[in-house]
Nanobody, 124 residues
Framework: QVQLVESGGGLAQAGGSLRLSCVAS????????MGWFRQAPGKEREFVAY????????AYADSVKGRFTISRLNPKNTVYLQMNSLKAEDTAVYYC?????????????????WGKGTLVTVSS
C-alpha cells in the first residue's frame, strides 16, 4: 500500500520561506515521478511542480517558477519543495503526488497516489 506523508507546512510571512517534505513508502520510489499540487480554499487542485525519477528535468507552474524548487533524495524516499519569496496567494493545502509516467504527473487525473496534504498559510 502506497503512503505519501507530507510535513513542513505552517504559517509564514509574505516574503518568507518554508520547506515541505514528503516521505514515500510502499513503492519503488526511484520508479516514480514525484510532484506537488496545491488547493486553495474554494478553488480546484492545481499543479505546482514535478521531478523525474533521477531528479532531473523539474517542471513548475508559471505561478511558482523562480520561487519554488523541487528536489528528491531517492535513498531516503523523500521529495522536497523549497518555497521562497512566499506570497499570500500561495496559501493552500499542499499535496504530494506520485505517478509512473511523465505524461501523468502534471495532471490531477493522472496522479496514481496522493498524500493527505499539509497546510501552508502565508500572511501578508
Amino acid at each position: 500500500q502506497v503512503q505519501l506523508v507530507e510535513s513542513g507546512g505552517g504559517l509564514a510571512q509574505a516574503g518568507g520561506s518554508l520547506r515541505l517534505s514528503c516521505v514515500a513508502s510502499g513503492l519503488i520510489f526511484s520508479n516514480y515521478y514525484m510532484g506537488w499540487f496545491r488547493q486553495a480554499p474554494g478553488k480546484e487542485r492545481e499543479f505546482v511542480a514535478y521531478i523525474s525519477w533521477r531528479g532531473g528535468n523539474p517542471a513548475y507552474a508559471d505561478s511558482v517558477k523562480g520561487r519554488f524548487t523541487i528536489s528528491r533524495l531517492n535513498p531516503k524516499n523523500t521529495v522536497y519543495l523549497q518555497m521562497n519569496s512566499l506570497k499570500a496567494e500561495d496559501t493552500a493545502v499542499y499535496y504530494c503526488a506520485a505517478a509512473t509516467l511523465q505524461s501523468s504527473i502534471g495532471r490531477v487525473d493522472g496522479v496514481q497516489s496522493w498524500g493527505k496534504g499539509t497546510l501552508v498559510t502565508v500572511s501578508s
